[in-house]
């Protein structure tokens, strides 16, 4: 999985570029309203698969909606960029993983106790999965936790080779076992707000 690491980060923020486009942005607080919602305006235990250069994970913790989080970045630079930036909300329940996402890992933390949880994030990182690895992957996240909010570009907006549809991504959500698979379609990207 390839995400912004934190040198390109400085490199562009540097030109005035802002930290996640408003796209990107929109995926995270749609995610956080709806766990406000189902839990009651309380907390939740989250895990997020790629989080990048942390701007969900501040957002989260931000928003006050963090009980516990667990996320896991494959890319050394931006786990290490993240780790600085949160920091300073001093959570304890935070648990920053630097390590590929795989099935073996989601089972490994359901064998520890650490899930289910009760929400996944998994934001514009699918893309960056090899195809014949992705339904792997979203049955990884299936195990994790009875709601994930899926964001990834698709063949409708973006016509290019190695892209699915949104009825494609929707078809191999359902295969990983979420039950309930809702279409978010008021952003360049699509959020897939997916139930077990």
């Given at each position: 999985?390839g995400?912004?690491?934190?040198?390109?980060?400085?490199?562009?923020?540097?030109?005035?570029?802002?930290?996640?486009?408003?796209?990107?942005?929109a995926?995270?607080?749609?995610?956080?309203?709806?766990?406000q919602r189902?839990?009651?305006?309380?907390?939740a235990?989250?895990?997020?698969?790629?989080f990048?250069?942390?701007?969900?994970l501040e957002?989260m913790?931000?928003?006050?909606?963090?009980?516990?989080?667990?996320?896991?970045?494959?890319n050394?630079?931006?786990?290490?960029?993240?780790?600085?930036?949160v920091?300073?909300?001093n959570?304890?329940?935070?648990?920053?993983?630097h390590?590929?996402?795989?099935?073996?890992?989601?089972?490994?933390?359901?064998r520890?106790?650490?899930?289910?949880?009760?929400v996944?994030?998994?934001?514009?990182?699918?893309?960056?999965?090899?195809?014949d690895e992705?339904?792997?992957?979203?049955?990884g996240?299936y195990?994790?936790?009875?709601t994930?909010?899926?964001?990834?570009?698709?063949?409708?907006r973006?016509?290019?080779?190695?892209?699915r549809?949104?009825?494609?991504?929707?078809?191999?959500?359902?295969?990983?076992?979420?039950?309930?698979?809702?279409v978010?379609?008021?952003?360049w990207?699509?959020?897939?707000?997916?139930?077990?």
């Open positions: 999985m995400t912004l690491d934190s040198r390109e980060y400085d490199r562009l923020k540097g030109r005035n570029f802002k930290p996640y486009s408003a796209g990107h942005r995926m995270y607080e749609k995610g956080v309203a709806i766990t189902d839990h009651e305006g309380g907390t235990n989250i895990f997020e698969a790629g990048g250069i942390g701007w969900g957002y913790l931000a928003k006050g909606v963090v009980n516990s989080y667990v996320g896991c970045e494959p050394a630079d931006s786990y290490n960029w993240t780790g600085k930036q920091v300073k909300y959570h304890e329940g935070l648990w920053l993983k390590a590929p996402f795989s099935p073996s890992m989601a089972e490994d933390l359901v520890q106790g650490v899930a289910p949880f009760d996944a994030f998994c934001i514009e990182v699918i893309e960056h999965v090899p195809m992705q339904l792997a992957f979203l049955k996240l195990q994790m936790a009875p994930l909010f899926f964001s990834t570009p698709d063949i409708d973006v016509p290019k080779e190695g892209v549809t949104t009825a494609e991504w929707s078809k191999l959500l359902h295969r990983a076992g979420f039950r309930s698979v809702e978010d379609r008021s952003q990207t699509h959020l897939y707000v997916c139930r077990v």
